[in-house]
């Protein structure tokens, strides 16, 4: 399978090509534009690069959430946007909690990836990996940060990635040997997570109108419409 992924969900754009045995390209900005200014021109170029057309691709990939509400939309827009357009190509969305724990899943241990919400709230989860291979242990879920880091138990090594990561480890866990930091280029989202969590479970492939953003809390107009 060659696999298109998508990540809009956070501060970074990303994309990439992948297929079963490599990446063949990627491309992540950290940037100030509006991710729909930027994230389909980006895939156009990056399949360019690659010498590859859309009819190629076999699936389309993108961040689900949580993330930025805006963010999210753009992405799970385009992707419907591609599927539609090109009937043939299977469209999937991955938790963005758990495309950051694929970042690093070289790791052996609890994998435990952390996102700003607002102050003082996080969206986290904890996974398992085995070095290649992941399964989630804790759901993802919209969390009160102190109740849940202060009960975390670090008895054995776990790793924080994510882009609250370096603020939890300063905060709750300073001097526990335990508790590692996922590299710096590993700790935001990026578009080749997307295709190795969609390669290693395909059956997460939907309908391109059944492709829905999981915010995991509730919008601001939800909220005001309350």
Same mark, same amino acid.
Not at 102 to 120: E, N
Not at 139 to 161: G, I, N
Not at 188 to 211: H, M, N, T
């Given at each position: 399978?060659?696999?298109?992924?998508?990540d809009t969900?956070?501060?970074?754009?990303?994309?990439?090509?992948?297929?079963?045995?490599?990446?063949l390209a990627?491309?992540?900005?950290?940037?100030?534009?509006?991710?729909?200014?930027?994230?389909?021109?980006?895939?156009?170029?990056?399949?360019?690069?690659? *010498?590859?057309?859309?009819?190629?691709?076999?699936?389309?990939?993108?961040?689900?959430?949580?993330?930025?509400?805006? *963010?999210?939309?753009? *992405?799970?827009?385009?992707?419907?946007?591609?599927?539609?357009?090109?009937?043939?190509?299977?469209?999937?969305?991955?938790?963005?909690?758990?495309?950051?724990?694929?970042?690093?899943?070289?790791?052996?241990?609890?994998?435990?990836?952390?996102?700003?919400?607002?102050?003082?709230?996080?969206?986290?989860?904890?996974?398992?990996?085995?070095?290649?291979?992941?399964?989630?242990?804790?759901?993802?879920?919209?969390?009160?940060?102190?109740?849940?880091?202060?009960?975390?138990?670090?008895s054995s090594?776990?790793?924080?990635?994510?882009?609250?990561?370096?603020?939890?480890?300063?905060?709750?866990?300073?001097?526990?040997?335990?508790?590692?930091?996922?590299?710096?280029?590993?700790?935001?989202?990026?578009?080749?997570?997307?295709?190795?969590?969609?390669?290693?479970?395909?059956?997460?492939?939907?309908?391109?109108?059944?492709?829905?953003?999981?915010?995991?809390?509730?919008?601001?107009?939800?909220?005001?419409?309350?």
């Amino acid at each position: 399978m060659t696999i298109l992924g998508i990540d809009t969900s956070g501060k970074t754009a990303s994309c990439a090509v992948m297929t079963e045995e490599r990446l063949l390209a990627e491309k992540t900005v950290y940037t100030k534009l509006t991710h729909s200014q930027i994230i389909l021109p980006m895939a156009e170029e990056l399949l360019a690069d690659c *010498g590859l057309e859309l009819s190629e691709i076999d699936a389309v990939v993108c961040a689900k959430g949580p993330g930025s509400y805006t *963010g999210l939309r753009i *992405g799970i827009a385009a992707v419907k946007g591609l599927c539609m357009g090109c009937p043939k190509l299977e469209c999937a969305g991955v938790s963005t909690l758990e495309a950051l724990a694929w970042s690093s899943a070289a790791f052996i241990g609890r994998i435990v990836p952390v996102m700003y919400a607002r102050p003082d709230v996080v969206y986290c989860g904890v996974y398992e990996s085995t070095s290649g291979s992941l399964g989630c242990a804790v759901p993802d879920a919209v969390r009160d940060e102190a109740e849940f880091f202060e009960a975390l138990d670090v008895s054995s090594p776990l790793l924080l990635t994510g882009d609250r990561c370096a603020e939890i480890k300063e905060k709750y866990f300073a001097d526990e040997k335990n508790v590692l930091l996922a590299p710096a280029a590993d700790r935001l989202q990026k578009a080749s997570a997307l295709c190795q969590a969609f390669l290693a479970r395909p059956d997460v492939a939907v309908p391109p109108e059944a492709l829905e953003a999981s915010y995991l809390q509730a919008t601001k107009a939800e909220k005001l419409k309350k």
